[in-house]
């Protein structure tokens, strides 16, 4: 990686680009942004498409993926990147790259774990020589169980290690947007776990699990089904074990080519679908603790998430660099804690805020 000199923290009113605007997540993450008042510049790749579907006052900027110098001068004056362009193995890097190269912090949503991994690789050194924040899958996937399972870590004796690490994700259906189902083509790379302390492939299914999830979803039929949480989390808690089961009835969802995209049933643009992610620590000593989320519809909930962390990213000024983790990069409570606040989350469970 090149490395980028140090550069002067963007003002107060810098706006936020997110790349990858007009795509169903980008879309919710620029009226997010709106929503909250904050500044946005929609970048893009497609200017006939950054023209429809957005709301006039949001500035446009176009830019190609191969070309580095119309990036930087696209997120040039903006204080952070939110890329939602996937597949991330493609767009996360050039974008990462030229976000630095203007002087911003950098956040993405994938949940794909070679992207996440690549950039936590590869983006360190460049991100601490530019004082900014490269931090991957801060969206659903990845973030929301960074943040929770870093929230339930520091609750208790504070000396305790953790010995595993579930996490549990129910969906009462998943209905794929066309983002996903190119990224599913796409991705292609062996799943991770985090086993006896090292990242290792996932081993072929030896047994059925269960797990009982609050009304609506009930008991639900899991498979294990790591995503980039696995990589977000294995970044900086000590852990033995790391795994993340999803509902058997969501994956078939996804894998059945008639299963339609997401329709809108509220203003707000959101679908009908529910969910509820599950974090469950196993202490050292046995004990247990648990805390998770309820809410609708996993792409819309990334926008609160991701404009929130954009927003404590900007207004923190002096805060640690270099590519982390979601929880490294903001204090997790006090995102837990807005997100709460917002109504864009039910958070139940130990040592979370009320």
Not at 104 to 110: A, E, G, K, R
Request: glycine letters at 8%; a neutral charge; charged letters at 20%.
């Amino acid at each position: 990686m090149t490395q980028h000199a140090f550069t002067a923290q963007p003002p107060a009113s810098a706006p936020i680009a997110v790349y990858g605007a007009t795509g169903h997540t980008g879309r919710f993450v620029v009226r997010e942004a709106l929503r909250q008042g904050l500044p946005v510049v929609a970048v893009g790749r497609d200017a006939a498409r950054l023209e429809q579907g957005l709301p006039p006052e949001v500035e446009r900027r176009v830019a190609a993926l191969d070309d580095p110098e119309g990036l930087a001068r696209a997120f040039a004056g903006c204080a952070v990147v939110i890329n939602c362009a996937g597949p991330f193995l493609d767009t996360a890097v050039p974008v990462a790259r030229a976000a630095l190269r203007a002087g911003s912090h950098y956040l993405d949503v994938t949940a794909e774990q070679a992207s996440a991994q690549a950039l936590f690789a590869d983006f360190d050194a460049a991100a601490r020589a530019a004082g900014r924040v490269v931090t991957p899958a801060a969206g659903f996937y990845g973030g929301l169980a960074d943040l929770l399972a870093s929230a339930l870590a520091a609750a208790g004796a504070p000396a305790q290690a953790i010995d595993e690490i579930t996490v549990a994700i129910g969906l009462d259906r998943w209905w794929p947007t066309s983002g996903t189902r190119v990224t599913g083509e796409r991705n292609k790379v062996p799943r991770l776990v985090l086993r006896d302390g090292a990242l290792a492939p996932l081993l072929p299914q030896t047994e059925a699990r269960d797990w009982s999830f609050a009304a609506p979803l009930g008991r639900m039929d899991m498979v294990e089904l790591p995503f980039s949480e696995i990589i977000t989390l294995a970044r900086h808690l000590q852990a033995r074990s790391i795994r993340s089961l999803l509902n058997r009835s969501a994956l078939e969802d996804i894998r059945d080519s008639t299963t339609p995209p997401p329709a809108a049933v509220d203003a707000s643009g959101r679908s009908a679908q529910r969910f509820e992610l599950v974090l469950r620590l196993r202490m050292t000593d046995g004990s247990i603790r648990e805390a998770g989320v309820r809410g609708q519809d996993i792409y819309a909930v990334t926008a609160p998430i991701v404009v929130e962390a954009a927003r404590q990213l900007h207004a923190a000024g002096h805060q640690p660099s270099g590519a982390l983790a979601l929880a490294q990069a903001v204090p997790p409570a006090a995102l837990l804690a807005a997100l709460h606040r917002g109504h864009a989350l039910e958070l139940f469970g130990d040592a979370l805020p009320g």
